[in-house]
């Protein structure tokens, strides 16, 4: 079956770079239009999109968030990494990587992991 | 960028009852409209996708239409186990965007 899980420090201090990583199984990332996803939620607020790589190694990025974000992926490894730089406490959430297939809906999801911005 | 707005922000609604919650995009995205379901402390979960096509395990009291711009989420009859935040996300183009959400309450 499929499953992500995200891991990462759950504290960092204002300006630090953020490192989360996801590990999934069930499928591979070489697989013609498997998709990865970062997606965030801020503590009682709305999903916000942040970050997608293609089985192609194709990168894309939220408009605003685009100079501070990195994506990559280990196929080898099942993982897909997503840095974070000049962190703010504004970005404290709750991250989640999700799966996409072929440009659709995000049919499964991690279970999340709460990142907490603050000195 | 494609921006989607949910009405309404919030619905209290008695068990039994029939909920409706819209979803419209700032331009035409055809059916590439997905609804998902999250419960307090727990991950999205698709409910329906491309509009429409219902997913595997999801109770068929759910339901979704639309094309275009307008797009419906329906739930009849609803029960105590609804009780959740509703989002709509598309991906006809990039950047993905999610609606701002809307929170089911049980009277």
């Known amino acids: 079956q499929v499953t992500l899980r995200e891991s990462g420090p759950a504290l960092v201090k204002p300006t630090q770079t953020l490192t989360l990583t996801c590990t999934f199984s069930g499928f591979s990332l070489s697989t013609s239009g498997m998709c990865v996803s970062w997606v965030r939620q801020p503590p009682g607020k709305a999903l916000e999109w942040l970050a997608l790589?293609?089985?192609?190694?194709?990168?894309y990025y939220s408009t605003s968030l685009k100079t501070r974000l990195t994506i990559s992926k280990d196929t080898s490894k099942n993982q897909v990494v997503l840095t974070m730089t000049n962190m703010d406490p504004v970005d404290t959430a709750t991250y989640y990587c999700?799966?996409?297939?072929?440009?659709?809906?995000?049919?499964?999801w991690g279970q999340g992991t709460l990142v907490t911005v603050s000195s | 960028e494609i921006v989607l707005t949910q009405s309404p922000d919030f619905q209290s609604v008695t068990p039994k009852e029939k909920v409706t919650i819209t979803c419209r995009a700032s331009?035409?995205?055809?059916?590439?409209l997905h609804w998902y379901q999250q419960k307090p402390d727990q991950s999205p979960k698709l409910l329906i996708k491309y509009a429409s096509q219902s997913i595997s395990g999801v109770p068929s009291r759910f339901s979704g239409s639309g094309s275009g711009t307008d797009f419906t989420l329906t739930i009849n009859s609803l029960e105590a186990e609804d009780a959740a935040t509703y989002y709509c996300?598309?991906?006809?183009?990039?950047?993905?965007?999610f609606g701002q959400g809307t929170k089911v309450e049980i009277k």
């Open positions: 790589i293609d089985w192609d190694d194709d990168k």
């Open positions: 996300h598309q991906s006809s183009s990039l950047p993905w965007a």
């Open positions: 331009q035409s995205i055809g059916s590439s």
């Open positions: 999700a799966r996409m297939g072929n440009w659709g809906p995000f049919d499964y």
